[in-house]
């Protein structure tokens, strides 16, 4: 095993006897939200795995261990520090460990953490894209490489709005990684259950995700898959409103030069900001509906 592994007995006993794991991330918790909301979802996050019988492990990088399974002094401390934690992603991961720094885990440290721990699927709110203006930008997640190449299923609630979804689905396409709609068939955009864009697939159940997840990777076929799970239309926000605040946050951010890293965690707290706290909700109730479905297909996923 690698010796940079840190896993929390109960999700290695788990592992050990084949019973559904599901991996979270921490930069949703560090730079996702606010305290203390971050941390109320992020309990309810793994309670929602629990309940729907599969064991949660939250990952971050601490001490200089990639932590699989963190306690919830170890949850609070990150939801505390917020923003002064490494928001680290596959380059930061070097750095964070050898320096002994703690590091949230955006979804391409995720993935690799859950992949080195033989975790096969994990549950987040929204992965990272092509960001809008990035033909001059080049401003490109790392999240789609690590799909390109890292044997984890990442179940969220589409692609983020604030992105460019046509070039992000086009940039999947090239790398390989197939975008699963979850009983739909319009890509979900995160906030909104529609987008005007199509997924690759649409999945009914479970075990047919679980089923095309064990067939790609029993080929042999490397990466990850995508399995868009559309927010619940009761907490989605109006397309119009998100929309607009999207606009506004993105005018906003060219106004104050925020580049880089800073992109997304920026434009999240300004677009929850222009909506009253609206995109909030919208975005606790997405998450929990992904970590539902995550446990759902893990069921059958490690048998
Ligand atoms: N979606 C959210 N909240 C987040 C993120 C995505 O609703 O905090 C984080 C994830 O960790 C994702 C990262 O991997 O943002 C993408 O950042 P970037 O665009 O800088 O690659
Ligand atoms: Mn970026």
């Known amino acids: ?30 730079h996702g939200m606010p305290y203390p909301k971050n941390y109320e979802t992020a309990i309810l996050v793994a309670d929602e795995v629990r309940k729907h019988h599969a064991i949660p ?61 033989k975790i096969k699927i994990f549950a987040t709110g929204g992965i990272g894209g092509v960001h809008r203006g990035a033909t001059e930008t080049f401003d490109i997640s790392a999240d789609l490489q690590e799909l390109a190449h890292t044997n984890v299923a990442v179940v969220c609630a589409g692609i983020k709005a604030i992105l460019d979804l046509e070039l992000t689905l086009e940039y999947l396409e090239t790398l390989g990684v197939p975008v699963l709609g979850y ?44 399995i868009a799970n559309p927010v619940p239309e009761a907490e989605s ?34 677009v929850k900001s222009l909506t009253q ?10 998450v929990l509906n992904n970590a539902r479905l995550a446990a759902q297909v893990a069921q059958d996923l490690y048998r």
């Open 57 to 117: 492990a939250t990952i971050a990088l601490m001490n200089g261990k990639i932590k699989i399974g963190l306690s919830k002094e170890e949850i609070k401390q990150l939801a505390i520090e917020g923003t002064r934690v490494t928001k680290t992603s596959r380059r930061d991961i070097p750095y964070i460990l050898s320096k002994k720094l703690t590091g949230a885990t955006t979804v391409s440290a995720t993935m690799i953490a859950a992949s080195l721990a």
């Open 1 to 30: 095993m690698n010796s940079f592994l840190d896993i929390h007995p109960e999700v290695q006993e788990a592992l050990d006897k084949k019973m559904p794991v599901v991996a979270l991330e921490s930069t949703i918790i560090s």
């Open 237 to 270: 926000l109006d397309y119009n409103l998100m929309t607009e605040a999207i606009d506004q946050a993105i005018v906003a951010q060219h106004k104050l030069g925020i580049k880089g890293k800073e992109s997304t965690p920026f434009l999240l707290e300004k």
């Open 183 to 226: 009983q739909t068939e319009e890509l979900p955009a995160f906030y909104t259950r529609k987008s005007g864009f199509k997924v690759d697939y649409a999945m009914q159940s479970p075990k047919e995700i679980s089923d095309l997840l064990k067939t790609k990777w029993a080929v042999g076929l490397e990466g990850g898959v995508i």
């Open 277 to 286: 706290g609206k995109s909030l909700v919208s975005n606790i109730a997405l």
